[in-house]
């Protein structure tokens, strides 16, 4: 089975400090994401990576930036937190899309992260 | 502009089917229908993918009408544990490999 795992389930930081998800997919898959869930807007996506060093901005990147140095980590970078990223934070990985056979995305389990 | 248009919320007695309908009138050609669902403090888990024709798997049927602008996802025999957050998304061919989820239908299953 594929195995998604993000670093922490639950973080409490202060405004201002720097912030650090990461993500860890055991599957070999090309394509990582990053979304932000809240109360009534759904899963928003923030950035995806579809190879190592490669990155493309999604609905919501302001605020956030992301790393992909390894195949199998996807790291989402808070550089200066705030309260309106309170949020909780999924990662996704994904075989290649482009493969119409297949194409559905694996999540981690969450990280839930409070900026005081 | 959404993409999809689901009803907020559903309910449905255990053993019966469960029926989510999506609309996606502005879907294009090339743009295939996904379901996920989501349930309580989990992350989503991809349940059903289709283009025109309707499908099967172990989990759920997807019915999609004729002319791809509303979709339905059956859960033939709905168990307590499917009571989720059930999303309807439209993968953008030519738009990288995004996925972008909306409201999504929140599905009770009573018992």
């Known amino acids: 089975d594929v195995k998604v795992t993000q670093s922490s389930r639950y973080l409490v930081k202060r405004t201002g400090e720097k912030v650090f998800l990461e993500c860890v997919q055991d599957?070999?898959?090309?394509?990582m994401f990053w979304y932000r869930q809240d109360p009534g807007l759904g899963l928003r996506l923030i950035y995806f990576?579809?190879?190592?060093?490669?990155?493309e901005k999604g609905d919501i990147p302001e605020g956030y930036s992301v790393s992909r140095e390894k195949k199998e980590r996807f790291s989402l970078i808070l550089e200066s937190a705030s309260t309106n990223q309170t949020s909780m934070y999924l990662c996704?990985?994904?075989?290649?899309?482009?493969?119409?056979?297949?194409?559905?995305?694996?999540f981690g389990e969450g990280s839930r992260l409070t900026v005081l | 502009d959404a993409k999809t248009t689901q009803p907020t919320s559903m309910d449905c007695a255990e053993g019966r089917a469960a029926n989510l309908p999506c609309n996606h009138s502005?879907?294009?050609?090339?743009?295939?229908v996904y379901w996920y669902r989501q349930i309580h403090s989990q992350g989503p888990q991809y349940i059903i993918h289709?283009?025109?024709n309707n499908e099967t798997n172990e989990m759920a049927s997807l019915i999609i009408t004729e002319d791809r602008k509303s979709s339905t996802l059956i859960l033939p025999h709905a168990t307590l544990r499917d009571t989720a957050v059930y999303y309807c998304?439209?993968?953008?061919?030519?738009?990288?490999?995004?996925?972008?989820f909306g409201g999504g239908t929140r599905l009770m299953v009573k018992p």
């Open positions: 502005t879907i294009s050609g090339n743009e295939y």
């Open positions: 289709g283009l025109k």
């Open positions: 998304i439209v993968r953008e061919y030519n738009a990288g490999n995004m996925l972008t």
């Open positions: 990576s579809y190879d190592v060093k490669m990155k």
């Open positions: 996704a990985s994904s075989p290649d899309l482009q493969r119409v056979s297949t194409g559905e995305l694996f």
């Open positions: 599957m070999d898959h090309e394509n």
